[in-house]
């Protein structure tokens, strides 16, 4: 078939495309793949992820899924016309079926991003495949009843969070780390990793300017002339096109260049394409990291300079720490300061905390947001982080990286009226103080010696007794961060350790687990000391214990690329929102309530009770019933808290936080369902008294839709979105969990202290304003 041959297929014998416009059925051929598939060959995999949407146009398939036992089921036949991999493109998993041609065949793979911008524009094509994926959803949760498809799929996956930067179409990244005296870039080809480069820039500014560079094509090692960013670049530029060492041929070919950048305030929660507001934006939030925002600010602008026709996207250090509680960021000032001056704890090394523990998660062929995982990254500079199914709750360093762990040369956390002491008894001027606390503090201030543990460890063993107090404090502040992160989640899966300290030091990751066997941290010492400079994911703990203790090199670079390309990734998601910026979401605000499962009913109303219905929710199949209990924690009660129908297979009692305090207890913010580790409570019934280990949390706030209105936005199911609100006073609710059902009615949802405090009620209209984050 040639394109006009497939167009017409499209248009006349596949009924998504009947009614379609010829010149959008031509855009989409024109940007699509075609592939050709033998016999018993797949067209895709069980366990890919889930970028296209295919039409088979010759040939027949099979549809099939393979159990975690190996057993393979057949669940469908595609024959010529038929559609396939739409349920990956709604839902964000993997592909939860192989697609095996039973004879030959071709099939057309349409990028997602291509299809779902232009099928918004064909509304009868979003009605018919919303359709399609309702009846699909019910008929795999008929067929596949027991078996979590999505979860197989998902450790089937050799690449399930994306680290092989796969892409819908090749393209080449840049990566650019731009300090105040160095320069390092790496080049990552997302179609040909052997087409990968880095190198470093060193000494900017200074006599003896150093240029490595290497790639598979050869190295390149040479001294610059003393020169500024801008020579510095430019040195780049010639390595990457050195005719016999480089490996591209024109600044056009880079596609997209991702910039770090240390500090994003509390203004960007996610990676950001880089805008004029933007810039002016990292501008401002240089009064919070002034040695390096407007340094970042030079290579950005460099960037634009040399790569015209790229797309420039922010990648922000503190990102990642955004979902911190304000409990847990504010400090214990006077409220204005953080109002006026935005002084409270944000985090640093934000891209190395969530490639390791996203590594730690692929390790372990778990979900990320089903984890509990503390990552120790241990350097000259050192930071260890909380890692609650999927989002950060707690870092050590704070409103700059001096916070924290002592490190290198910098002091970590001291009593504040150290400072004014040393300033008044050694007549310091602020200037000198903040050297003191950054230059010749931590290891090297202690020791007298170095900010370098391995010379640390030296002396230590040679018998020196600072070198050794040097090693026992870091090690014990390490041991205490992992305590104290341990009881703020409430348990753990997996303690990871990283950085030249994390990854170098076998007695650093020894001692600083010594002691911590009641929490379920136990380490084999030999496989502790060959995991020296590990290079790849190794589990140190011993085979029976509940928590892995993992080594895990990091690498940035990668983690900024990858965040560089979902961005641009959902750049057509941003296009589409924009297309459905009327469209209303209706508020309403969920008071406290409670799930039971049919064994706890039962408890607390007697034997055989069934739930009575009392009046109809939103949700389809969802209702408020007569039956009521009682909430009681260790300080108070709560009385008469609904019950809501019908029985799910695990209790949950969901509360609000001024209910928390009323009550006595700490639940963590978590979706519906996810009530693992969460708070206890007693609940009071007609006819008993019941008191549970778990199951209370506080709701995220989210949004419920139909496919239909999924396509409609470009979302898919657990996306997180903006939603900005017309109330009294206009204002955007953040971090809002999209949840898409089928038949299932577009409603927002945020609990009673929410609404209090943004005065908003039932009935009031939310817009989605952007994407805000799609799922790792």
């Avoid at 010829?22 to 793949?33: D, I, T």
């Avoid at 998993?93 to 918004?120: E, N």
């Avoid at 209990?629 to 809501?644: A, F, I, Q, S």
């Amino acid at each position: 078939m040639d394109k006009t041959e497939i167009i017409d297929f499209l248009k006349n014998q596949v009924p998504l495309f009947q009614g379609f416009p010829e010149a959008r059925l031509r855009e989409l051929v024109e940007g699509s793949r075609l592939t050709h598939y033998a016999a018993n060959e797949a067209a895709i995999r069980f366990g890919e992820e889930g970028r296209f949407l295919g039409v088979i146009l010759e040939g027949e398939s099979e549809v099939s899924v393979t159990d975690d036992s190996g057993e393979k089921h057949r669940i469908g036949l595609l024959k010529k016309g038929d559609i396939f991999g739409e349920m990956s493109l709604m839902t964000g998993d993997k592909t939860m079926a192989d697609v095996i041609g039973i004879t030959s065949g071709r099939a057309l793979l349409i990028p997602s991003s291509l299809f779902s911008t232009i099928l918004i524009t064909h509304p009868p094509a979003v009605k018919y495949l919303s359709k399609t994926i309702s009846e699909r959803i019910k008929q795999s949760a008929r067929e596949n009843a027991g078996r979590d498809l999505a979860a197989s799929a998902f450790r089937a996956s050799d690449d399930p969070y994306g680290f092989k930067l796969k892409s819908e179409e090749p393209l080449k990244a840049l990566v650019i780390n731009c300090g105040s005296s160095s320069l390092k870039y790496n080049l990552f080809d997302t179609g040909n990793e052997k087409a990968n480069a880095r190198g470093m820039i060193e000494k900017i500014g200074e006599e003896g300017t150093r240029h490595t560079y290497r790639s598979a094509r050869g190295e390149i090692s040479q001294t610059l002339p003393n020169g500024g960013h801008a020579e510095a670049f430019a040195a780049m530029m010639s390595a990457l096109r050195d005719p016999d060492r480089g490996v591209i041929g024109s600044p056009d070919e880079i596609a997209a260049v991702g910039h770090r950048v240390a500090h994003g305030g509390d203004i960007f929660p996610n990676s950001t394409i880089i805008t004029d507001k933007v810039i002016k934006e990292i501008q401002n939030l240089s009064r919070l990291a002034p040695l390096h925002n407007p340094v970042n600010l030079v290579g950005i602008r460099e960037a634009q300079r040399l790569f015209p026709r790229a797309a420039q996207v922010a990648v922000f250090d503190t990102s990642f720490h955004q979902t911190l509680p304000a409990y847990a960021y504010l400090y214990g000032l006077p409220y204005e300061y953080y109002k006026k001056n935005r002084i409270r704890r944000y985090g640093f090394h934000g891209m190395s905390h969530a490639y390791v523990a996203l590594k730690a998660a692929e390790h372990l062929k778990r979900r990320f947001n089903e984890l509990e995982i503390v990552t120790c990254h241990l350097g000259n500079g050192a930071s260890i982080c909380a890692v609650d199914h999927g989002r950060s709750i707690d870092t050590s360093m704070g409103l700059t990286p001096t916070e924290g762990l002592i490190m290198g040369t910098r002091s970590g956390n001291l009593d504040p009226s150290v400072v004014t002491h040393l300033i008044r008894t050694e007549g310091l001027d602020p200037d000198a103080m903040d050297r003191i606390l950054n230059r010749e503090s931590g290891l090297k201030g202690i020791s007298g010696i170095s900010n370098d543990m391995r010379d640390i460890e030296k002396n230590a063993q040679e018998g020196n007794q600072r070198a050794l107090l040097a090693f026992k404090t870091f090690c014990y502040q390490v041991r205490k961060y992992i305590g104290a992160y341990v009881a703020a989640m409430g348990g753990l899966d997996a303690l990871v350790f990283t950085g030249g300290i994390g990854q170098g030091s076998a007695g650093v990751r020894s001692l600083a687990c010594q002691g911590l066997g009641y929490m379920g941290i136990q380490i084999e010492e030999k496989k502790n000391q060959e995991a020296r400079g590990a290079e790849t994911v190794i589990d140190i703990s011993v085979p029976e214990a509940p928590v892995r203790v993992l080594v895990i090199p990091t690498d940035e670079e990668r983690m900024i690329a990858r965040e560089t390309i979902r961005t641009l990734g959902q750049r057509h998601v941003t296009r589409i929102i924009s297309t459905q910026k009327d469209t209303p979401i209706p508020l309403e605000i969920s008071a406290h309530h409670v799930h039971l499962c049919q064994a706890h009913v039962e408890a607390l109303f007697g034997p055989g009770h069934q739930l009575t219905a009392d009046k109809d929710l939103s949700e389809p199949g969802q209702f408020s019933c007569k039956e009521t209990v009682n909430l009681v924690g260790p300080k108070g009660r709560v009385e008469r808290v609904r019950v809501l129908g019908p029985t799910r297979k695990e209790t949950q009692i969901e509360i609000s936080m001024t209910e928390q305090f009323k009550l006595g207890i700490h639940p963590p913010i978590r979706e519906s369902g996810d009530i693992e580790n969460s708070p206890g409570i007693t609940l009071e019934g007609a006819a008993g008294t019941l008191t549970l280990s778990k199951g209370v949390i506080c709701a995220m706030r989210h949004t419920h839709m139909s496919p239909e209105h999924a396509l409609l936005f470009g979302l898919r199911d657990r996306d997180r979105v903006m939603v900005r609100v017309k109330g009294e006073r206009e204002l955007i609710f953040g971090d809002v969990l999209i949840r898409v059902t089928p038949g299932f009615n577009l409603t927002m949802h945020i609990d009673t202290d929410e609404g209090n405090a943004a005065n908003v009620k039932t009935g009031d209209l939310g817009y989605i304003e952007a994407i805000q984050n799609r799922e790792q």
